[in-house]
């Protein structure tokens, strides 16, 4: 379907008015300039296509990672407070994800998170994360996957040792998640609808990024450098609408995140721009 307003392909970058019409239909503008770019995400786009593209719909956990999350749900995390950006720490400390000698286990994280008693993690958490469409509110069945799934790899990552800390480990939901989670910390909470759209198209626009990324890292020839270029700068400016970047160092500091996680953008430079719009910064790379 086209629509006359031009926007940038999410694969490419490319001027088109050519978007998924399935997708439209919920309220998400997802553009692709050709049938071809659409194929190459296809087989993860489809599983958030149509009714499951806003509120964001991840499918369900996969057996290893609930396993995973029992493995670790009790398991301390000890970690210097120290080690904690400033910005970070401040946003942990508020939503009760620290503790004196670090960060709360995963079973503690998810019952706070989800208002329910401590100790219930098993009880009460573990069924709705086995069947996750018993939790009819669909932004709450989201933010459970999401906090369940970013959880879990922010523990593989940094406490068992089992996670490079790249993207091309684990699913790509997992995956999703873990960048998804961050990019919340510009607006941590999510209070209205015009919030939860904006979490939808970042879901969307970090599904292209990693299934593209890891594309390439399959067959490097097949995918220039330039797309995953233009992929990032279309997520960098969906920040940049939720929270302004106000220097080098705002944006510095959120983008690295991804940036290090990523090898084609570990080896680029970019350059800080005004945003399109003319309020604070994003950042572009060259041709």
């Keep these: 379907m086209s629509t006359e307003e031009p926007s940038k392909c999410c694969v490419c970058g490319a001027p088109t008015t050519k978007r998924c019409q399935a997708c439209a239909k919920s309220g998400i503008d997802l553009f692709f300039c050709s049938p071809e770019h659409q194929k190459l995400v296809w087989k ?8 499951n593209a806003h509120p964001f719909a991840p499918p369900p956990l996969t057996e290893e990672e609930l396993q995973g999350l029992l493995r670790y749900a009790r398991t301390e ?12 720490l401040r946003i ?4 009760g994800s620290t503790t004196a000698t670090g960060l709360t286990t995963i079973a503690e994280t998810l019952e706070q998170w989800a208002r329910m008693p401590a100790g219930s993690f098993e009880q009460r958490i ?21 906090k369940a799934r970013s959880s879990l790899l922010l523990h593989l990552e940094n406490f068992a040792g089992s996670s490079t800390g790249d993207i091309y480990q684990h699913t790509i939901w997992s995956q999703i998640a873990r960048l998804a989670t961050w990019a919340g910390q510009r607006k941590p909470l999510i209070s209205t609808e015009a919030d939860m ?22 067959n490097e020839s097949s995918i220039p450098d330039a797309w995953i270029c233009r992929e990032f700068e279309q997520l960098v400016d969906m920040l940049a609408e939720v929270r302004s970047f106000t220097s080098h160092a705002d944006l510095n500091f959120v983008t690295h995140f991804f940036i290090s996680r990523i090898s084609t953008l570990t080896r680029r430079p970019y350059r800080m721009v005004p945003c399109p719009g003319g309020c604070g910064f994003t950042l572009r790379y060259a041709d």
Excluded: W
């Design 77 to 88: 995390r000890p970690m210097p407070m120290a080690a904690f950006p400033p910005e970070i």
């Design 92 to 95: 942990s400390q508020q939503v």
């Design 44 to 51: 993860h786009h489809k599983q958030v296509c149509g009714p």
């Design 126 to 146: 573990v069924p709705l994360l086995r069947n996750p469409a018993s939790v009819t509110d669909h932004d709450s069945r989201y933010l459970l996957l999401t």
């Design 197 to 218: 759209r904006r979490v939808s198209r970042i879901n969307h626009q970090l599904l292209v990024l990693i299934t593209i990324s890891r594309a390439q890292r399959a």
